[in-house]
């Protein structure tokens, strides 16, 4: 699993350190020294210049000029203000050997490469402008744990940070690397080992993960398993019965056994494995195997407000999505029952319009105000539980930013938990695989292409699964 950070537990990490046997000055040199590393693994050698603040992130940033002058390489420090000269930063900037200049425009420009090594964890108000500009001009910007300006706690920009070609962070990567618009800032993303005892680091209970899959466990069918074992879903399908078969589509590759598509009128055009029911939804009811629905995609604002008030009341596990986060603007009582709710941006502000903050907040208040778990979908989508849990995607292409895409991720979900995968578990998978087949699919991507593309990912996932269903060769 991957945690992620904030600043502020970052903090008391570092302060744990000394008391585990690791000293800060150890821990900036073993910094200082990854950041010069990588740079050398990734650039050719050329002009440096290095911008370095009063803090421990200017400190890296002596010790990166150190180790990358130590190497041949041409280094010169610009020093935005000067440190304590007992502080670890102060000891770093004592022990430059090399050139020191005054941080203005014409240094910026005459080096290849710069690094931003002024603010990282410790920024505590906005950039000043003039900082700005020159981070602005360089013509490489790499950032040291993350870009000066960058809130690493909520991605949220305080002043006007630089665009950084790449950023290397230590421990564990920080909200504010995946979520925007502070991850438009970071470039690509490196995560440096800097020796920080483990005993530190327990100090933090994580509650918050990159989402990958050492997040979840995807089910497999059992050997000796039949259809019912694997679970029955029902969609509500409406007018726009389109949306509706996508989700089928979607959830039936994720391994349902059987899948109902609920429809007052005959469906048309869906594929033949799935089982077309016109009859009412008291009767389908009746049945109580049919323990998951999803209800929204393309059924109607009115449809869709009542059929999940039905639902609720039956006691199902349900997945809303579009048409059911519409009936339930400035409502949001009304989705108490749910399992998970799969809203955008502007679904999410119509149901919560009084919600404000950064985008994880606004996630974990309202999964803990409805009781389900909140998938806020975007280019970082959030996926937080009612206990506190979160995860953050950075998987998805922008070719997802395309019609159906939300049916499918809906139904994705939705055919997870059908599965009886955990609901956190299911809604952070979902997303994550949806990202991947996305992703798999390359330019061109249609909605249609998704459902098709999951076999191929579920495999990459489940590596034995293959061999251990395949008949034994007789030859
Ligand atoms: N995570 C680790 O294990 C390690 C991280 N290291 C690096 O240390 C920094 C965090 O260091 P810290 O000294 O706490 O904070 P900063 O360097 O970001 O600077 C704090 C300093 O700056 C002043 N300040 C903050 N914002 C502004 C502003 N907008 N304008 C002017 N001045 C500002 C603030 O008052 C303080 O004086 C972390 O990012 C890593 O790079 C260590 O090397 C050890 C291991
Ligand atoms: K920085």
């Known amino acids: 699993m991957e945690p992620l950070f904030t600043p502020a537990e970052m903090t008391l990490i570092d302060r744990a350190a000394p008391g585990c046997g690791m000293p800060v000055a150890t821990l ?17 050698p050329c002009r440096v210049l290095v911008l370095a603040g009063p803090g421990n992130n200017g400190g890296d940033g002596y010790i990166a000029a150190r180790h990358l002058a130590a190497a041949g390489w041409p280094v010169t420090v610009a020093p935005i203000t000067h440190s304590h000269p007992a502080s670890p930063p102060g000891q770093a900037a004592a022990a430059w050997r090399g050139p020191t200049v005054a941080p203005d ?17 410790g920024l505590s108000r906005p950039l000043d ?36 070609a790449r950023t290397i962070t230590f421990v564990a990567p920080k909200p504010g690397h995946l979520l925007l618009p502070g991850k438009s ?45 694997r679970g029955h879903l029902t969609i509500l399908a409406g007018p726009m019965s389109g949306a509706a078969i996508l989700a089928a589509n979607a959830a039936r590759r994720t391994g349902v056994g059987l899948l109902t598509l609920a429809t007052p009128t005959p469906i048309h055009g869906a594929a033949p494995g799935i089982m077309i029911r016109t009859d009412p939804m008291a009767g389908l009811l009746a049945d109580s195997r049919r323990m998951t629905w999803l209800c929204g995609p393309g059924l109607g604002i009115e449809t869709a407000g009542s059929a999940l008030a039905t639902l609720i009341e039956a006691q199902r596990r349900i997945v809303a999505d579009a048409d059911a986060l519409t009936a339930c603007a400035n409502q949001p009582e009304r989705l108490a029952g749910v399992a998970v709710i799969t809203p955008h941006e502007g679904e999410f502000a119509r149901i919560f319009p009084s919600l404000s903050g950064d985008k994880l907040a606004r996630a974990r208040t309202a999964a803990a105000r409805i009781g389900a778990v909140v998938v806020l979908k975007g280019e970082d989508t959030v996926i937080a539980a009612p206990d506190g849990r979160a995860a953050i995607n950075d998987n998805a292409p922008p070719s997802l930013a395309t019609a159906g895409s939300g049916d499918t991720l809906a139904g994705i979900i939705a055919g997870l938990l059908t599965q009886n995968m955990p609901t956190f578990e299911a809604a952070a998978a979902g997303v994550w695989l949806h990202g991947a087949a996305a992703r798999s699919c390359g330019p061109g991507l249609i909605a249609e292409d998704l459902a098709d593309a999951l076999p191929a990912i579920l495999a990459s996932l489940v590596p034995t699964y293959h061999s251990k269903h395949r008949p034994k060769n007789t030859t």
């Open 28 to 44: 900036m040199e073993n910094a200082g020294r990854a950041v010069a590393r990588l740079i050398r693994r990734h650039h050719h």
């Open 105 to 121: 425009l014409d240094q910026v420009r005459r080096a290849d490469l710069v690094i931003d090594a002024v603010f990282g964890a």
């Open 129 to 164: 402008p003039a900082v700005s500009r020159l981070l602005d001009a360089a013509k490489t910007l790499i950032a040291i744990d993350i870009p000066s300006g960058v809130d690493g706690a909520t991605g949220a920009l305080r002043g006007e940070p630089g665009h950084a």
């Open 185 to 229: 800032r970071c470039g690509i993303i490196h995560c440096a080992d800097i020796g920080m005892p483990s005993e530190a680091i327990a100090h933090i209970t994580p509650s918050l993960w990159r989402n990958t899959p050492a997040l979840w466990r995807i089910p497999t069918p059992d050997h000796a398993g039949h259809k019912y074992d």
